[in-house]
Nanobody, 128 residues
Framework: QVQLVESGGALVQAGGSLRLSCAASGVTFSSYAMGWFRRAPGKERSRGFV??????????AYADSAKGRFTNSRASAKNIMYVQTNGLEPEGRAVYYC???????????????????WGQGDRVGVSS
């Protein structure tokens, strides 16, 4: 049974930092690119792309809102993906989801319709 479990979400003040983790089990971790998506309050029908990391960890991609502030990585030996979020803004308040993407191109991990598996989400709050 494939499981993706996010952790690390919390309430922080604007400008604060969090490290979110996504632990994978029941899946060959190295066979998937991984991505982070988020669903903001009041936007129940959409998950916006945040960051992605390729199968080997050598390539990453970021939404414009995350560039320069977020760092995505993976520890393949542990089957865990991380995203370090710095300078969190109130707009970053959302439920953050990790997902496993079967594709292997330059946009792997960035397209929710290519993601075969999803975590249950973890809530990040940002107070202004």
């Amino acid at each position: 049974q494939v499981q993706l479990v996010e952790s690390g979400g919390a309430l922080v003040q604007a400008g604060g930092s969090l490290r979110l983790s996504c632990a994978a089990s029941g899946v060959t971790f190295s066979s998937y690119a991984m991505g982070w998506f988020r669903r903001a309050p009041g936007k129940e029908r959409s998950r916006g792309f945040v960051a992605a990391v390729g199968r080997t960890g050598s390539s990453t991609a970021y939404a414009d809102s995350a560039k320069g502030r977020f760092t995505n990585s993976r520890a393949s030996a542990k089957n865990i993906m991380y995203v370090q979020t710095n300078g969190l803004e109130p707009e970053g308040r959302a439920v953050y989801y990790c997902a496993a993407d079967w594709s292997n191109d330059s946009r792997a991990g960035a397209r929710p319709d290519h993601c075969a598996y999803w975590g249950q989400g973890d809530r990040v709050g940002v107070s202004s």
